[in-house]
Each structure stands twice: as structure tokens, then as C-alpha cells.
């Protein structure tokens, strides 16, 4: 059975960092990309980033490119997303999503985790 | 970046009937890489449709997807209790992917 089970989130001020984990398990994870996906209170969905399976290619939303950075470590089947400068608007429920593919092209996304809880507020 | 409305915004329908649900983009959805997803409350998204009509495992065949170019439709033949949710397209065919607002189907 796949899992993804996040953690790391928080309440934090604006400006400040926080990283957050996902572990997976239940598939081989180096051969598949995995994402970030959030969703606001009450809000729809927005994809955050993408890395591939090797971590050769990595993609983010114009909303959090040069604040947040992607990576993985595949020896542990961990994901994680590394979010600094953080603002109001980032406030969201991140999700640890495994994409359908290796690649982050073209990326669909077959299983999601519960998500992690992430409040900016001073 | 190519913008998804989904319309209705709400689609209020009695079990056993069937749910039409539209997503109309603002370009043309390249190699029609459209998908679906449904949400319940206090659950993550689950993945139905891929490819604008190509069921995802385990998905029950009462889910249909259709379309192409800008113009991609849900159809949930007989609706089920465990249907009534929110449910939102996502197009993966250009960069940055997007997803569209949501369709509620509730409970008549």
C-alpha cells in the first residue's frame, strides 16, 4: 500500500523558514517524481514543485521560485521542501503528492499524502 | 499559463442521477493532458480520469471523462452517495500545470 505521511509544518512569523518532510513508502520510490501540492482554507489547489526521479530536474510555481527548494533523498524515500522567506499567503495544507511518472513533465498525480499544516502569521 | 474555469460552480443532484461537470481552458490543452480529481471533505484529492478519458485504477466505470482542445467534460452516469465532492481539472500538457476551481456536486 502506497503512503506518503508528511510532517514539519507549523505555525511560523512571516520571514522566517521551515522545512518540511514526507516519507513514502508502499512503491520504489527513485522511479517516480514526487511534488509539492497545496491548498489554502477553503481554497483550491496550487502546485508548489516537482522534482524527478533523480533529482536531475526540478520545477516550481512562479509563486515560490527563488523562496522554496525541492529536493529528495532517495536512500531514505524522503521528499522534502525547504520554504524560507515565508508570507501571509503562503498559509496552505502542503500535500506530498507521487506523480504517475519518473519525469516532471507532464506530471499527474496518483496518490496524495493527508497533508501538512502550514500557518504564516505574526 | 492556461487558466480552467469549471462550471457549475455547484451542481445540486439526487443520487442515482447523472453529473455533468465542464472545464473549459483558455488555450488549447496540448495533446489533451487533462485530468480530474476528487475531493471529500477533510480527505486529500484522489486521481479519476488522465489523458481527458483514461481511468485511473480502481476508478468505477460510472466515471467518464471526454473532450479535447479547450473543451473537456466529467460525466458521473449514476450518481452514488459516496460521489457527492468536490471535483477539479488540472492540464499537464503546458508548464506551469494548472488546476481549475472545482465543481461541488452536492445533495439535492
Known amino acids: 500500500e502506497v503512503q506518503l505521511v508528511e510532517s514539519g509544518g507549523g505555525l511560523v512569523q512571516p520571514g522566517t523558514s521551515l522545512r518540511l518532510s514526507c516519507a513514502a513508502s508502499?512503491?520504489?520510490?527513485?522511479?517516480?517524481?514526487m511534488h509539492w501540492v497545496r491548498q489554502g482554507p477553503g481554497k483550491g489547489l496550487e502546485w508548489v514543485s516537482g522534482?524527478?526521479?533523480?533529482?536531475?530536474?526540478?520545477g516550481y510555481a512562479d509563486s515560490v521560485q527563488g523562496r522554496f527548494t525541492i529536493s529528495r533523498d532517495n536512500a531514505k524515500n524522503s521528499l522534502y521542501l525547504q520554504m524560507n522567506s515565508l508570507r501571509a499567503e503562503d498559509t496552505a495544507l502542503y500535500y506530498c503528492?507521487?506523480?504517475?511518472?519518473?519525469?516532471?513533465?507532464?506530471?499527474?498525480?496518483?496518490?496524495w499524502g493527508q497533508g501538512t499544516l502550514v500557518t504564516v502569521s505574526s | 499559463e492556461i487558466v480552467l474555469t469549471q462550471s457549475p460552480g455547484t451542481l445540486s443532484l439526487s443520487p442515482g442521477e447523472r453529473a455533468t461537470l465542464s472545464c473549459r481552458a483558455s488555450?488549447?490543452?496540448?495533446?489533451?493532458?487533462l485530468a480530474w480529481y476528487q475531493q471529500k471533505p477533510g480527505q486529500a484529492p484522489r486521481l479519476l480520469i488522465y489523458?481527458?478519458?483514461t481511468r485511473a485504477t480502481g476508478i468505477p466505470d460510472r466515471f467518464s471523462g471526454s473532450g479535447s482542445g479547450t473543451d473537456f467534460t466529467l460525466t458521473i452516469s449514476r450518481l452514488e452517495p459516496e460521489d457527492f465532492a468536490v471535483y477539479y481539472c488540472?492540464?499537464?500538457?503546458?508548464?506551469?500545470?494548472?488546476f481549475g476551481g472545482g465543481t461541488k456536486v452536492e445533495i439535492k
Open positions: 503528492v507521487k506523480d504517475r511518472r519518473s519525469s516532471v513533465n507532464y506530471p499527474t498525480f496518483d496518490y
Open positions: 508502499g512503491f520504489t520510490f527513485d522511479d517516480y517524481a
Open positions: 522534482i524527478s526521479w533523480n533529482s536531475g530536474n526540478v
Open positions: 488555450q488549447s490543452v496540448s495533446s489533451n493532458y
Open positions: 489523458g481527458a478519458s
Open positions: 488540472q492540464q499537464y500538457g503546458s508548464s506551469p500545470l494548472t
